[in-house]
Each structure stands twice: as C-alpha cells, then as structure tokens.
C-alpha cells in the first residue's frame, strides 16, 4: 500500500510563500492524480489542487489560484505545492492525497490514500 509524506510546513509571515512536498513510496504513484486538500480548526477539509497523473493538467481551489501551483515529479514519486502570496486564512494543516483515478477531481472521495499533513501557519 502506498504512504504519503509530506513536509515542509511551518510559520510564515503574510504575503510569504513556502514550498510542500508530498513523497510516496510503497505503492502505484505515476498513474494516478494527487490532490492537496487542507483543514483549518473547527472547519471541514476542503480541496485545495490537484494535478493529473502526468502533469498535464492541474485544478485549483478559487480561493488558491493566482497563487498556489501544484507539480510533479514522477521520477522522485513527489508531488508539490508552491504556495505564494500567503493570507492568515491559508492557515491550516496541508494533506496530500493519492486519487483513483489519473484524471483531476476535486473531492474527498475521489482519493483513496491520505498522508498525515503537515501544519501552515500564516501570521498576520
């Protein structure tokens, strides 16, 4: 079964940017889409990107376009979410997620492996 990993959270000033890495191992990965979905306190998870299995096409939330970019690499099994122009409301822990299929979706359900996530915290 494959494992998701992802790191590179932290504290960050508003209108700061920070890089997430999501690592697979142990399981199908180049096949598949892979989202990032990410849940602030007292909130529901919410979707947040999401790339197709070769990169060729990617889907944002409205609140993150313009300033976050997910990518690839399938010869390292990683995915990536470049954030940029941070807000305090981007505040929230990051979950990357393996889909079911290679094509991009935007929902919990279409994703069937889910890493541990890893915190952001933008201070206004």
């Known amino acids: 079964q494959v494992q998701l990993v992802e790191s590179g959270g932290g504290l960050v000033q508003a209108g700061g940017s920070l890089r997430l890495s999501c690592a697979a191992s142990?399981?199908?990965?180049?096949?598949?889409?892979m989202g990032w979905f990410r849940q602030a306190p007292g909130k529901e998870r919410e979707f947040v990107a999401a790339?197709?299995?070769?990169?060729?096409?990617?889907m944002y939330a409205d609140s993150v376009k313009g300033r976050f970019t997910v990518s690839r690499d399938n010869a390292k099994n990683t995915v990536y979410l470049s954030m940029s122009s941070l807000k305090a409301e981007d505040t929230a822990v990051y979950y990357c997620a393996r889909g079911r299929y290679g094509s991009v979706r935007p929902t919990n359900v279409d994703y069937n492996v889910w890493g541990q996530g890893t915190q952001v915290t933008v201070s206004s």
């Open positions: 790339i197709s299995w070769d990169g060729a096409s990617a």
């Open positions: 142990g399981g199908t990965f180049s096949s598949r889409s």
